[in-house]
Structure formats: structure tokens, C-alpha cells
């Protein structure tokens, strides 16, 4: 590619791309409305409100990529989701179809399902069961990325991320952990592939242990390669394990099912 452009860039996926996803482009163009610091070599420095259409659109102008990560992460009051999730995603895709349609890797996340239980091991058709507001925006964000496919053709890919950092850091996390380095080999696949679609891919290593179906990643090669069971005894030995009707035992959002709907 010639310009990728990374919202988001500043939160803590977004660095990770910064540093490891130069490869893929001549120039990594980095937004988000927090400080990203100096542009490094290769890079553009864009200050950008994804709630804001006019600067969405100048954003997105000349890029051939978009990993978009940016907007609200976690459970927050209505307002916030709406501006940065609902808003933005409607101004990221009016803004590709307007500057010819380039390539979305959309973080989308494993909250988009986060009342199903932990006991059941479910595929990308399984009807959505948002566990939150946030989750909530991301289904309505995979439901934008299929309209626009359907509608004019533009190629998304919906990752359902489940926990993406170091080394897993509590139980939950020993079956929705994606490392860095998978996370980085995602990326590469999605933006590799000749022919990418619409498809829902949940964002996790493998695993010993799992409750998502992972076929469909198979239709863009990604073949995740690292596994959080080397972390079983360190994760055990340190976090007791919680009760059993707690909502981190029981269901796949853990703890997000139990957060209030909150307000201003």
C-alpha cells in the first residue's frame, strides 16, 4: 500500500500497529483526537474527531488501507459510544465509499457476543448477544460493514477481538488472548488477501482453550500460532479462581455483563 491509515493510533492496539505495521505501506498515516507525539519516518500525524464528517473525509483521502480502531473501547455513557462507535462508523464508511472504497480491517470485539456462556462454543452465524452499550455499537458497526458490502462492494474485515495484550492477564483471558504477534500476522492476512469479502473473524491465538468456532479464518490464511496455556500456571498461581456464578465464570463477556448502563 501506499498510505494505511490507523485510527485509534494512539490507544493500545494502535501503538502496537505503529511500531510493527510499517512494512505494509510507504506511509502510516496515524489518528486520534489523544497526543501521538513527533510523526517518525513514514509517518502523517492527524488530529481527528471521528464524530466530525468534513474531517473524516479528509482522513480517509488517498489511503489504500484502513485498520480502524479507533472510538470508544469500553463501556461508557450513551453519548460517548454514539459520537465515537455509531457516528464515527458511519462517517468512516461514507468517507471510504466517497474516496474509493479502500480496504477496512474493523476492530470489532468478542463484546458483540458477550452473553453467551462459557460452556458453549459457537461460529461466526451465531446470532449477536451484546453484553453492554459498547457491544451494542459493535454490533451495529458489523452491520454497517455488511450493508456497505452488500450495497457497493466495499471489503471489510470484522474482527471480533477478545483480549489482545503481552501475556494474558486473568483466567477469562486464557481462552480470549491474542498476542502481538498474531494480532500483527492478522493484519498482514487481511490486507494480503487477493479477494477479502465480508467475513467475521474472531481475533484470538490458539488457544488450548476457546469457545469460538475459527473456520473462517482459514478463508484469508491466518493461521494464529501462539497459545496462552504457557501461561496457565503463572495466570492460576496468581488470580484465585472466582466464584462460579460470577459473571467472569460464567459468561463470555465476563465482567462487562455486569457493568450498569451509565450516565453523564
Same mark, same amino acid.
Given at each position: 500500500?501506499?498510505? +494505511?491509515? %490507523? ?12 511500531? &510493527? ?21 513514514? =509517518? #502523517? ?12 473525509? =479528509? ?24 459520537? @465515537? ?27 458483540? %457476543? ?5 460452556? =458453549? ?31 457497493? @462492494?466495499?471489503?471489510?474485515? +470484522? %474482527? &471480533?477481538?477478545?483480549?489482545?495484550? =503481552?501475556?494474558?492477564? /486473568?483466567?477469562?483471558? +486464557? ?10 500476522? +492478522?493484519?498482514?492476512?487481511?490486507? &494480503? ?14 488457544? /488450548? ?19 496462552? #496455556?504457557?501461561? &496457565?500456571?503463572?495466570? #492460576? ?28
Amino acid at each position: 500500500m501506499k498510505r +494505511l491509515l %490507523i485510527t485509534g493510533a494512539a490507544g493500545n492496539l494502535g501503538q502496537l500497529a505503529r511500531a &510493527r505495521l510499517g512494512h505494509l505501506t510507504d506511509v502510516l498515516r496515524l489518528s486520534d483526537i489523544a497526543d501521538l507525539g513527533p510523526a517518525g519516518p513514514n =509517518e #502523517e500525524i492527524v488530529t481527528c474527531d471521528l464524530g466530525d464528517e468534513a474531517a473524516v473525509h =479528509e482522513l480517509v483521502r488517498d489511503c489504500d488501507g484502513i485498520l480502524h480502531l479507533g472510538g470508544v473501547s469500553v463501556e461508557r455513557p450513551w453519548d460517548q459510544i454514539q459520537r @465515537g462507535n455509531i457516528t464515527g462508523v458511519y462517517n468512516l464508511y461514507e468517507a471510504a465509499r466517497a474516496h474509493g472504497m479502500p480496504r477496512i480491517f474493523f476492530a470489532s470485539s468478542n463484546h458483540a %457476543i458477550g452473553y453467551y456462556r462459557q460452556d =458453549e462454543v459457537i461460529d461466526t452465524t451465531a446470532p449477536q448477544k451484546p453484553d453492554g452499550l459498547y457491544g451494542v455499537s459493535k454490533c451495529f458497526g458489523e452491520a454497517m460493514a455488511s450493508l456497505y458490502h452488500s450495497k457497493f @462492494g466495499q471489503e471489510t474485515a +470484522l %474482527i &471480533r477481538i477478545g483480549s489482545c495484550f =503481552e501475556k494474558p492477564r /486473568d483466567r477469562r483471558m +486464557l481462552a480470549t488472548w491474542m498476542s502481538p504477534d498474531d494480532f500483527v500476522s +492478522l493484519v498482514e492476512c487481511v490486507f &494480503r488477501v487477493p479477494m477479502l469479502g465480508c467475513p467475521i473473524i474472531w481475533g484470538v491465538s490458539d488457544n /488450548d482453550e476457546g469457545w469460538w468456532n475459527q473456520e473462517t479464518a482459514k478463508l484469508i490464511g491466518w493461521r494464529p500460532k501462539d497459545n496462552s #496455556e504457557v501461561y &496457565r500456571q503463572e495466570i #492460576e498461581a496468581a488470580a484465585p479462581c472466582p466464584p462460579k456464578h460470577a459473571p467472569e465464570s460464567v459468561y463470555q463477556g465476563g465482567k462487562f455483563t455486569s457493568e450498569p448502563i451509565y450516565k453523564d
